[in-house]
């Protein structure tokens, strides 16, 4: 079955960067159609999508972040990790890693895992 | 991209209906047929409920249902059950594999 985890440090300090990774298990990232996301929820406030990369590679990025976000694959390992530098207190969120594939919809979620930033 | 709008709230009775709006622009909601809808429970992640506008994954109630006319979707919840009371989020693609959420409704049972 489909099933995504997200893993990295629960607790960040301002300016310093974020990585993230997710691993799946259940399908294949070099499958035509498949891509992942990451996704994140402020406490208490609505998700916000932040990145998507795609079975070919192509990276796709939240216009209002673009410029502190990277993400990219290990087909090999099944993960995907996502960056996010220069952290500020308003980055803290749960992140999630979810599955994307054909519907433009995200249909496998991870659990998520809540980040905070606080000296 | 701008969220796309919401009502922060929407209540029924058991089982009575509740519509929630989405309100996005041509350039989201408009311009694809590419609205999912998310439930989402405290402390869970969010579930797929609704893709493509109006198509329901495998295993969702068909209480559930999706419609889209011009920039608006809606999701509508018939016979409301008590588990139905939770966070619901629409989504929109944006062109150039980009994508949105709206601002999120949280519906409660009466």
């Known amino acids: 079955q489909v099933t995504l985890r997200e893993s990295g440090p629960a607790l960040v300090k301002p300016t310093q960067t974020l990585t993230l990774t997710c691993t799946f298990s259940?399908?294949?990232?070099?499958?035509?159609?498949?891509?992942v996301s990451w996704i994140r929820q402020p406490p208490g406030k609505a998700l916000e999508w932040l990145a998507l990369?795609?079975?070919?590679?192509?990276?796709y990025y939240s216009t209002s972040l673009k410029t502190r976000l990277t993400i990219s694959k290990d087909t090999s390992k099944n993960q995907v990790v996502l960056t996010m530098t220069n952290m500020d207190p308003v980055d803290t969120a749960t992140y999630y890693c979810a599955r994307i594939h054909g519907a433009a919809a995200a249909d496998y979620w991870g659990q998520g895992t809540l980040v905070t930033v606080s000296s | 991209q701008s969220a796309l709008t919401q009502p922060p709230s929407a209540s029924g009775s058991p089982g009575q209906s509740v519509t929630i709006s989405c309100t996005g622009t041509?350039?989201?909601?408009?311009?694809?047929?590419?609205v999912s809808w998310y439930q989402q429970h405290p402390g869970k992640a969010p579930k797929l409920m609704i893709y493509?506008?109006?198509k329901r994954p495998s295993g969702v109630p068909d209480r559930f249902s999706g419609s889209k006319s011009g920039n608006t979707a809606s999701l509508t919840v018939s016979g409301l059950q008590a588990e139905d009371e939770a966070d619901y989020y629409c989504s929109s693609y944006a062109g150039s594999n980009v994508y949105v959420f709206g601002t999120g409704t949280k519906v409660t049972v009466l």
């Open positions: 259940g399908f294949s990232l070099s499958t035509s159609g498949m891509c």
């Open positions: 493509e506008v109006s």
């Open positions: 041509s350039s989201d909601v408009g311009g694809y047929n590419y």
């Open positions: 990369i795609d079975w070919d590679d192509d990276k």
